[in-house]
């Protein structure tokens, strides 16, 4: 069945790069996306892949799938206090409704 | 700016109440959904909309019906709330053709 995985939690320290990891079982997914959410928020999609591509950069943002593990990984370079919040993996078979999600992965950035 | 709104940020309530959560936008999207967030466990679709009167199953339905009879506010009503139904939910809709789902703040539900 589907199942998106992420690890829960990941500390940095300000100005360091952040690598959050997301793996997921659904070979016939074509969109994948990350959302943000800080507290008290709703999720707001920071940046999304189509399946296939094998990177995609958006200022501060790298994401990379590696199709045959079925990885996806969003880097964020130069990371600030103002990234903190949990980070969710969520994917798609198309652009139907239907996104499964990760469990989240709480990023802590220390001063 | 699309804007996705809740009726309540907290909300408590009794075991056995009906419980009314509202979502609204403002963006004519057809499509609206409800999710709850538990920890550990991610977001998961309660119900679906995707237009006016039309509504489909997510993965967890059960104890949980909704409501649209207008495009731009969609309701979710637990019949008689338990306390398993303590959690975040979440509205989010979007237009039909498009990818992006865009959330609404969520509403923390506790049934005590």
């Known amino acids: 069945g589907e199942d998106v995985e992420q690890s829960l939690f990941l500390s940095v320290r300000e100005g360091d790069s952040s690598v959050i990891n997301c793996t997921y079982t659904d070979s016939s997914s074509t969109y994948l996306y990350w959302y943000k959410q800080e507290p008290g928020a709703g999720l707001q999609l920071l940046t999304y892949i189509f399946s296939n591509m094998d990177m995609k950069q958006d200022q501060r943002l790298t994401v990379l799938l590696n199709k045959k593990d079925k990885h996806l990984s969003l880097r964020i370079a130069d990371t600030q206090t103002g990234d903190s919040a949990i980070y969710f993996c969520?994917?798609?078979?198309?652009?139907?409704?239907?996104?499964?999600f990760g469990s989240g992965t709480r990023l802590l950035v220390r001063p | 700016d699309v804007k996705v709104t809740q009726s309540s940020r907290y909300l408590v309530k009794r075991t056995g109440e009906k419980v009314f959560l509202e979502c609204v936008q403002d963006m004519d999207h057809e499509n609206m959904f409800w999710y709850r967030q538990d920890p550990g466990l991610g977001l998961r679709l309660i119900y679906f909309?995707?237009?006016?009167?039309?509504?489909e199953k997510g993965d967890i339905p059960e104890g949980y019906s909704v409501s649209r009879e207008k495009k731009e506010r969609f309701s979710l009503i637990l019949e008689s709330a338990s306390t398993n139904q303590t959690s975040m939910y979440l509205c989010?809709?979007?237009?039909?053709?498009?990818?992006?789902?865009?959330f609404g703040p969520g509403t923390r539900l506790t049934v005590t």
């Open positions: 909309s995707y237009d006016v009167k039309m509504k």
């Open positions: 989010a809709s979007r237009f039909a053709s498009s990818y992006e789902q865009y």
């Open positions: 969520a994917e798609s078979m198309d652009s139907s409704y239907k996104l499964i």
